[in-house]
């Protein structure tokens, strides 16, 4: 399914004076289209064409009349992106690029899951690999997830999978029993609910806004929660000066452009660490980026039965949530 990924690194004599003056040029070659999620690095942020979250991006990557997308995000993003889009050049800047709740699935062990329940609809959240999209039912992303839960049956029962804090979010948003896969984020999962209340005392004037993915003990303390778009979209229309902001913190670049007379706050993790920042999407670079364009690799490859099973509940998705 992979190929061999390129050299972490270009070397100096192969790196353009200008990075975003060389992509912008490869661009216009390719015809390409570069996607990127608000995790990435803020160099990342700037030169693509569309900044958005799992939701966002998949509408893009469906309705592209681009011949080549540059996704810079992680695997399973990318691979979303060629599902969608079987005869165009999927590009990502590093095939390492992958994600840790994604992994928490694995396809063997999710199958005996779901043969385990043979009566449940899987809805499985859009962070996962090819091979859930492929046994799931329905994709759904955390703009959506509520919505789409609401709109089954209530007598059709549901695994909910692999996020079990999305879960239980939708569980008390919806009031539906779902049956739930036992996967996490190591990000979301990382925020330190005492170091956030030590926030709070702190800055009494900041509201904290925070993503389902996170732990149930932090979001007892947000003032908001919602997806990445939603929590951009809130900093930027609520009138508070200050925010808390439990998330991947390289929505803060977006956050502090839209409204730059106020506070942003990354939320903290449990340790000393920088453990509240994805390691895999910041595997990317502008180097790798311009790379890949440059290289026309590495690229996404999908079986073609694997790809059209997965395709499938994506579709749904994208109907449900008109």
């Given at each position: 399914?992979?190929?061999?990924?390129?050299?972490?690194?270009?070397?100096?004599?192969?790196?353009?004076?200008?990075?975003?003056?060389?992509?912008?040029?490869?661009?216009?070659?390719?015809?390409?289209?570069?996607?990127?999620?608000?995790?990435?690095?803020?160099?990342?942020?700037?030169?693509?064409?569309?900044?958005?979250?799992?939701?966002?991006?998949?509408?893009?990557?469906?309705?592209?009349?681009?011949?080549?997308?540059?996704?810079?995000?992680?695997?399973?993003?990318?691979?979303?992106?060629?599902?969608?889009?079987?005869?165009?050049?999927?590009?990502?800047?590093?095939?390492?690029?992958?994600?840790?709740?994604?992994?928490?699935?694995?396809?063997?062990?999710?199958?005996?899951?779901?043969?385990?329940?043979?009566?449940?609809?899987?809805?499985?959240?859009?962070?996962?690999?090819?091979?859930?999209?492929?046994?799931?039912?329905?994709?759904?992303?955390?703009?959506?997830?509520?919505?789409?839960?609401?709109q089954i049956p209530e007598n059709q029962p549901i695994i909910f999978a692999p996020?079990?804090?999305?879960?239980?979010?939708?569980?008390?948003?919806?009031?539906?029993?779902?049956?739930?896969?036992?996967?996490?984020?190591?990000?979301?999962?990382?925020?330190?609910?005492?170091?956030?209340?030590?926030?709070?005392?702190?800055?009494?004037?900041?509201?904290?806004i925070a993503h389902p993915e996170c732990e149930p003990a932090v979001l007892r303390?947000?003032?908001?929660i919602g997806s990445t778009s939603a929590l951009l979209k809130y900093s930027q229309?609520?009138?508070?000066?200050?925010?808390?902001?439990?998330?991947?913190?390289?929505?803060?670049?977006?956050?502090?452009?839209?409204?730059?007379?106020?506070?942003?706050?990354?939320?903290?993790?449990?340790?000393?660490?920088?453990?509240?920042?994805?390691?895999?999407?910041?595997?990317?670079?502008?180097?790798?980026?311009?790379?890949?364009?440059?290289?026309?690799?590495?690229?996404?490859?999908?079986?073609?039965?694997?790809?059209?099973?997965?395709?499938?509940?994506?579709?749904?998705?994208?109907?449900?949530?008109?």
């Amino acid at each position: 399914m992979f190929i061999t990924a390129l050299p972490l690194n270009p070397p100096l004599s192969e790196t353009p004076h200008d990075l975003f003056e060389a992509i912008q040029a490869l661009k216009q070659e390719l015809n390409a289209v570069i996607l990127a999620h608000y995790y990435q690095d803020p160099d990342i942020q700037d030169v693509a064409d569309y900044i958005g979250d799992s939701l966002e991006l998949s509408r893009k990557a469906a309705n592209t009349d681009a011949d080549v997308i540059v996704f810079a995000g992680v695997h399973f993003m990318a691979e979303t992106a060629k599902i969608l889009n079987p005869d165009k050049l999927v590009l990502l800047p590093d095939l390492n690029a992958g994600c840790s709740l994604a992994d928490s699935c694995p396809p063997e062990a999710f199958a005996a899951f779901k043969a385990a329940h043979p009566e449940h609809l899987v809805i499985s959240y859009i962070n996962c690999s090819a091979a859930i999209k492929a046994m799931s039912d329905i994709i759904c992303t955390s703009s959506n997830a509520v919505k789409i839960v609401r709109q089954i049956p209530e007598n059709q029962p549901i695994i909910f999978a692999p996020d079990r804090n999305l879960g239980r979010y939708v569980i008390e948003q919806t009031g539906r029993d779902l049956v739930l896969w036992q996967g996490a984020c190591i990000v979301h999962e990382n925020f330190s609910e005492k170091k956030i209340v030590q926030l709070k005392i702190t800055h009494p004037e900041a509201e904290v806004i925070a993503h389902p993915e996170c732990e149930p003990a932090v979001l007892r303390h947000a003032n908001y929660i919602g997806s990445t778009s939603a929590l951009l979209k809130y900093s930027q229309q609520n009138t508070h000066s200050a925010f808390v902001v439990a998330t991947e913190p390289g929505i803060i670049h977006q956050m502090q452009k839209l409204s730059p007379e106020k506070e942003f706050i990354p939320a903290p993790p449990t340790n000393s660490c920088a453990c509240n920042e994805c390691p895999y999407m910041r595997l990317n670079t502008l180097e790798k980026l311009y790379l890949a364009m440059k290289n026309r690799a590495p690229g996404i490859t999908l079986p073609e039965d694997m790809r059209l099973a997965a395709l499938r509940p994506i579709k749904r998705m994208l109907e449900m949530s008109a």
